[in-house]
């Protein structure tokens, strides 16, 4: 599951780009990754989180460019990145929605500072950092030309697709590893996979796995066509989510004792699902995007 968040974040940075900056922007700081800069996407504030709308970091007009002050947090592969996506309220625009902007941070720029490395339980290959802004002067050319929160928003909107991809991904593992298990564990001369109450638990999982993966396949085609599709990402992602906890869930019970096992790939499965499910957003927040999207 390690390469998904990197393959996630470089998401989220190119999008920022593609979807918002100039054409002279693109070819500045989208040509960068091509010699092998990585970029990373810092929205999330340290005490709004999830309601981006009421972030407190601010970016204050100066000469020749912005001042930016503030905190972000669980900010992946901060470490290893060159460039910054970082999202800030303008000091001078009073509507809290238009005021919000983003702007590309360069690596090495003072007051840019990494403040904590973020140990999780799970998804040891993914890395994340709290960040704090102290007075980071930005050049104007730096600042993304569209909207900040519309831009947030959409590039979201599009990487909850490969996330959504990535949880029915490891939801396959778990499957793949209970029902292996299921067949090799022998209680009275017979597999426990012969079992309905081990049996028929599973069928039903490997049904709604393949129920996410096709809400995934339909968003990205969506995407592909450039149709409206924020409801329809949305149900790809928060239910591949619950899929994903139901089945590492589940192949953690039918192991029982040997689920807590470090020979056995399971354990690991559940720490990873636990530690990823809420990336770009809660269960909650996907639903608040799709009843919007219901009653709009």
């Not at 793949?176 to 999982?205: M, T, Y």
């Amino acid at each position: 599951p390690a390469l998904i968040p990197f393959l996630e974040i470089a998401q989220l940075y190119c999008h920022v780009i593609l979807y918002g900056g100039s054409e002279e922007q693109k070819e500045r700081f989208l040509g960068r990754l091509v010699k092998g800069d990585i970029g990373c996407y810092a929205l999330t504030d340290e005490g709004s989180g999830s309601d981006p709308v009421s972030m407190t970091t601010t970016a204050k007009t100066v000469a020749d460019g912005y001042e930016i002050s503030g905190k972000k947090r669980i900010i992946t592969f901060a470490d290893i990145s060159d460039l910054y996506a970082i999202f800030s309220k303008r000091e001078e625009e009073t509507n809290e929605v238009e005021s919000i902007s983003a702007f590309i941070v360069e690596k090495g720029t003072p007051g840019l500072i990494l403040e904590k490395h973020l140990k999780m339980m799970g998804l040891k290959g993914h890395r994340s950092y709290n960040i704090t802004l102290d007075k980071v002067k930005v050049p104007k050319e730096n600042r993304i030309e569209k909207a900040g929160l519309r831009l947030a928003l959409n590039v979201l909107n599009t990487t909850r697709i490969s996330l959504a991809f990535g949880f029915v991904g490891l939801a396959r593992a778990a499957l793949e590893a209970v029902v292996d298990f299921a067949k090799n564990r022998i209680i009275r001369g017979k597999p426990i996979s012969e079992h309905q109450a081990i049996s028929f638990p599973i069928a039903e999982l490997a049904t709604e796995i393949d129920a996410a993966r096709l809400l995934a396949y339909r968003a990205a085609v969506m995407d592909e066509k450039n149709a409206r599709h924020r409801k329809e990402t949305s149900m790809a992602k928060n239910y591949a989510g619950n899929i994903m906890i139901k089945s590492v869930d589940l192949a953690s019970r039918i192991l029982a004792g040997y689920g807590a096992d470090t020979e056995y790939l399971v354990e690991r499965y559940l720490r990873d699902a636990y530690s990823w499910v809420a990336a770009q957003g809660t269960r909650e927040v996907q639903n608040l995007v799709i009843s919007r999207e219901i009653f709009r």
